[in-house]
């Protein structure tokens, strides 16, 4: 059985989705996001000061530790995904690559890069990460998620293939995809969607059959 979505347009496309939802969902999302791990290190930090706690002290430090590093991870990922920093024409491949690979440890997924090495623009780069992140939320199980690029004709085409036991393509997705304002379901797969609608100003588009959701953007030149 296979669904499919085609969504197409930039931000003044979507026109059942106010920018203030948008970015409403996309903080919502952001803060759930970095909220465990932040807690996570509060939550080290006080059985590191309970005195009746001293023989956990080293699974206090790991979790302190482990956690920063999750929390510092997301917030770099986040600042080039959806921040102005990423205010420059161009990234370079290389960075736009590990930012990828430090979300990936902390998910289910594999990674797979199959694009090439070089500067690309920065709404390719940003369409590239935020594709990776669908793709990772696609395989709840765990599974594969190749990433691939090529230029055609100027433009750049992105396609990231999902391949998993239960890989899924949630409602929520398709509908961020399409433009539409969210309907039931979790926001957090929503807004990363509707938001990577609104930044590629080409065609976004998503398939799914049999334990795999393929994922593919244009980027005109």
């Known amino acids: 059985m296979t669904s499919s979505t085609a969504a197409r347009g930039a931000l003044s496309d979507l026109e059942s989705v106010a920018p203030a939802e948008l970015a409403s969902r996309l903080a919502s999302k952001l803060c759930h996001d970095f909220i ?6 509060v939550s080290g930090l006080d059985l590191l000061n309970d005195p009746a706690a001293t023989d956990m002290r080293e699974d206090a430090m790991s979790l302190i530790d482990q956690s920063a590093r999750k929390l510092v991870d997301l917030l770099t990922f986040a600042r080039i995904a959806y921040g102005a920093s990423a205010g420059a024409a161009e990234l370079d491949g290389a960075e736009v690559e590990a930012l ?23 709404a390719a780069a940003q369409a590239l990460l935020n ?14 998620a190749r990433m691939s690029l090529e230029v055609e004709g100027g433009g750049v ?9 239960k890989a899924r393509l949630h409602a929520e997705v398709r509908e961020g995809l399409e433009g539409r304002a969210q309907g039931d379901g979790l926001p ?30 244009t980027i005109p030149a």
């Open 36 to 41: 465990s791990p932040a807690g996570a290190i």
């Open 100 to 122: 990828v690979r430090r979300l990936y440890a902390h998910s289910k997924a594999q990674l797979e890069w199959a694009v090439p090495a070089g500067a690309m623009p920065r």
């Open 131 to 144: 594709l990776a992140q669908l793709a990772a939320g696609a395989l709840p199980l765990g599974g594969s």
């Open 157 to 165: 085409r992105i396609e990231v293939v999902a391949a998993g036991p």
């Open 188 to 217: 957090g797969r929503w807004a990363p969607a509707a938001y990577l609608r609104a930044i590629v100003a080409g065609a976004v588009e998503a398939e799914a059959a049999d334990d795999r959701v393929t994922f593919r953007a």
